[in-house]
T-cell receptor, first 114, second 111 residues
């Protein structure tokens, strides 16, 4: 099976702009989670979607949002970018909700905000 | 607040030695404890995971030891190899949702 894919891999944006990141899960996985990884805060959970519904949400401001489509692909959006949003954004897919606990990560999107 | 505490922050082990990384958690509702390995420029890769109904799980050179009463778990890498040099993260969650990660351990295995 193909793994989790994320696009784009690298992105440079200016403060105040917005950005959309995309994630395609492993075939058959219906749960997609997003994480932010920074050197200071480590890996932090953003939100999780299952069957197009947000099922869990981490402690991030409302500028961070996401959605999931009927084919399980997911997008996350960050509006009004701040310098502190520079991070590696990771998507993970899982069969959680249908018996599986394991989360498999994609390679991430490296976002740089200038 | 940090729900999972991981130590040490960095570790240097000689080839053939045993690498040991420890984690502690607070939330007794957690029932799933995975370990991930991450190489520079890559996403975390699932190594091995355990649920609290067993005290130990072994897969190849990797072993998780779990102490439910102490709320601690650890990763042992036997016969450590230079190719094992990476950052290791422990995590904990309830039912596999919303992983809470430790801060990571940078492992260097010297030849």
């Amino acid at each position: 099976k193909a793994g989790v894919t994320q696009t784009p891999r690298y992105l440079i944006k200016t403060r105040g702009q917005q950005v959309t990141l995309s994630c395609s899960p492993i075939s058959g996985h219906r749960s997609v989670s997003w994480y932010q990884q920074t050197p200071g805060q480590g890996l932090q959970f953003l939100f999780e979607y299952f069957s197009e519904t947000q099922r869990n949400k981490g402690n991030f401001p409302g500028r961070f949002s996401g959605r999931q489509f009927s084919n399980s692909r997911s997008e996350m959006n960050v509006s009004t970018l701040e310098l502190g949003d520079s991070a590696l954004y990771l998507c993970a897919s899982s069969s959680a909700g249908t018996g599986g606990y394991e989360q498999y990560f994609g390679p991430g999107t490296r976002l740089t905000v200038t | 607040q940090q729900q999972v505490k991981q130590s040490p922050q960095s570790l240097i082990v000689q080839k053939g030695g045993i690498s040991i990384i420890n984690c502690a958690y607070e939330n007794t509702a957690f029932d799933y404890f995975p370990w991930y390995q991450q190489f520079p420029g890559k996403g975390p890769a699932l190594l091995i995971a355990i649920r609290p109904d067993v005290s130990e799980k072994k897969e190849g050179r990797f072993t998780i030891s779990f102490n439910k009463s102490a709320k601690q778990f650890s990763l042992h890498i036997m016969d450590s190899q230079p190719g094992d040099s990476a950052t290791y993260f422990c995590a904990a969650s309830k039912h596999g949702y919303a992983l809470n990660f430790g801060k990571g351990t940078s492992l260097l295995v010297t030849p």
